[in-house]
């Protein structure tokens, strides 16, 4: 069943063209849960990724971690180790803060544009970006499903596994998505949610016990697993 169909629980809307949040449940015979949070990027937002007690290798509940930095919205990171090694490039404050492996990231530039990047060569390039994440596998692309899970660092496999699913986007309108499928899914399957949202662009994050989802003061989803990472966004004037 399409997205489009499902019964929006509760909206709050805070712009004329563009719905800042609410939460879905798209009814079917498995009882499918999809949170959602959409930010109208123009609002004076930023994107910051945050590393467990600033320190790779160390770890934090998604509870704490949101009630200590206080955020506007958050949603779980990029995949790690069992050594709690971060899998993918965090970078913050212009800095790499951690070197990973995956090749798909969604980062800010300097002027506070919000865009998703493929690396080309064995490392990104991290001039000009204030702030990036890498994850993956990459979910769309120019307002399709573009899945290669080999070229992006993830058995082929993984097309049939299913669990919850953590993912981030952006919409033609200049909304950033970040969405949590609370249900057991494959990754074809969360792709076509997430194009169904309305992105243009998306990104699979780390997701299973680890998928977290907060927004204005509320954790929409409790993370189980605790984080070694976290992605956040914050408004300017704090």
Known sequence: MSIRRAVILAVVVIGAACAAFYVTRRPSAQSRHVFVVRIPLERGVELRPVIAHGKVTRSESFDEMVTRLKPYAAING??????????????????LANRGHYPNAIAAKSNGQVVFVRRTGRRFDWRGYTSALAAGPRLVHKGRIKLDLKADGFRLLGLE???????????????????????????????????????????????GPASGLYHDGKTLVPATLRMTNILMVVKRNR
Do not use: H
């Not at 249900?183 to 169904?196: G, R, S």
């Open 78 to 95: 990029t995949f790690f180790s069992s050594e709690l090694k971060p899998l993918g490039d965090i970078v913050i404050d212009g800095k």
């Open 161 to 207: 596994i299913k669990a919850p699913r953590s993912g981030i986007g952006l919409t033609r309108c200049g909304e950033l998505l970040l969405v949590v499928d609370t249900d057991y899914v494959t990754i074809p399957d969360f792709a076509q949610t997430m194009l169904d949202q309305g992105a243009v662009e998306a990104m699979n994050l780390d997701g």
